[in-house]
């Protein structure tokens, strides 16, 4: 009884620690967006503007919007990254988003480490995952092919990977190699594209995104039929 009771304290602590940390990130939101930086970083040519006329401070402010943008989900990050190659070209601009992506997701996969790993565990346990996806190796794989697919969200899979057992530096290196791709599309296409041609700039990156997407399901499929969990359903 005096171990249930013990436990029990346990769990709501995690609980409101979690709540917490929920709440913070919430609230800071909703201050940023009653200053206008949320309306200012969607639209792309007023944060290019804004940019413009920050001169020198203009590259700590882009890697710090992008880093928000990932911690912070409601905010895009594609403005911020379209913007990023507009000013300071393909490579320049590739290396800013990486920076500013790359901080941004070791922070989200941080919070939700701390904010809410144990909680995970404590109330479902450590063996509810099939052993394929629990691994290290698959969480890693997992992780960097989400990146490469535009639709699927950065921003929560970073989230998603910290509540999981994957290591940090895995999730770090699998999370860099994973966005070079579409971080140099985008400055690509910042670089080199009005913001009229914005709508083709989605275009391409749901067709790239498909093109990753189609091996990826197929692999998966491979796996799964070799999964004891799909023989059991034959």
Not at 136 to 156: A, E, G, K, W, Y
């Amino acid at each position: 009884m005096i171990h249930m009771d013990a436990d029990t304290r346990s769990i709501n602590r995690l609980v409101t620690v979690s709540l917490l940390i929920l709440f913070v990130l919430v609230l800071f939101y909703f201050a940023i967006d009653r200053l206008g930086l949320v309306s200012l970083v969607s639209d792309m040519e007023r944060l290019k503007g804004a940019m413009t006329a920050a001169s020198g401070l203009g590259v700590p402010i882009i890697i710090g919007l992008m880093t928000l943008a990932i911690v912070l989900n409601p905010i895009p990050s594609a403005p911020i990254a379209l913007v990023s190659g507009a000013l300071y070209g393909h490579t320049w601009g590739t290396i800013y988003i990486i920076i500013g992506a790359q901080i941004g997701a070791m922070a989200a996969f941080l919070i939700a480490r701390k904010g809410g790993r144990e909680l995970v565990i404590r109330l479902f346990g450590n063996t509810r995952v099939p052993v394929w996806i629990g691994s290290q190796n698959s969480l890693t794989i997992l992780v960097f092919l989400s990146r490469l697919i535009p639709f699927i969200s950065f921003d929560l899979v970073s989230y998603a990977a910290g509540l999981t057992s994957l290591r940090l530096w895995r999730f770090s290196v699998a999370t860099l190699f994973g966005l070079m791709p579409a971080s140099f599309l985008l400055a690509h296409f910042g670089s080199e594209v009005s913001t009229e041609d914005l709508n083709d700039v989605i275009t391409y990156g749901l067709l790239v995104g498909l093109i990753v997407l189609l091996p990826m399901l197929l692999g998966l499929i491979g796996l799964l039929k070799k999964s004891p969990l799909f023989k059991n359903y034959e």
